[in-house]
């Protein structure tokens, strides 16, 4: 039954990164990988909610592993953060790819450690 549901909740965040990263596009342009930033740090949120409610209130495994694994980890995306920052330095756009790096990995750590902490409250 987990397999399933990782496929599913795999399926899902799949599509709703794709959403995400479609929507932001077309309101903010291709210049800056927003959309990418904005799945990468909710993402990192949800995935500490997550975690921190699991560990307070308990939680079967399988569900934190269908959550956590399929859902957000088809919805987070390092490789496309990675891509990313990759083609702004290939392009000569050092200043913005280092600060792809910096803001990404701050805001995500801040976003899950804060996850974390919302989902011991209560």
Not at 60 to 69: D, F, H, P, Q
Request: hydrophobic fraction near 50%.
């Amino acid at each position: 039954m987990t397999l399933l549901g990782l496929l599913l909740a795999g399926a899902c965040g799949a599509l709703m990164r794709y959403g995400v990263e479609l929507h932001v596009r077309r309101r903010r342009g291709p210049s800056f990988p927003f959309g990418t930033l904005l799945i990468n740090v909710s993402g990192s949120f949800a995935l500490g909610l997550l975690v921190g409610l699991a560990e307070h209130h308990g939680a079967r495994a399988g569900v934190v592993t269908v959550l956590g694994t399929g859902l957000l980890g088809s919805y987070t995306t390092f490789s496309t953060f990675t891509y990313d920052t990759l083609v702004m330095a290939r392009h000569g756009r050092t200043g913005a790819a280092m600060a792809n790096v910096g803001v990404s990995v701050a805001m995500a750590l801040g976003a899950a450690a804060l996850g974390l902490a919302v989902g011991h409250l209560g």
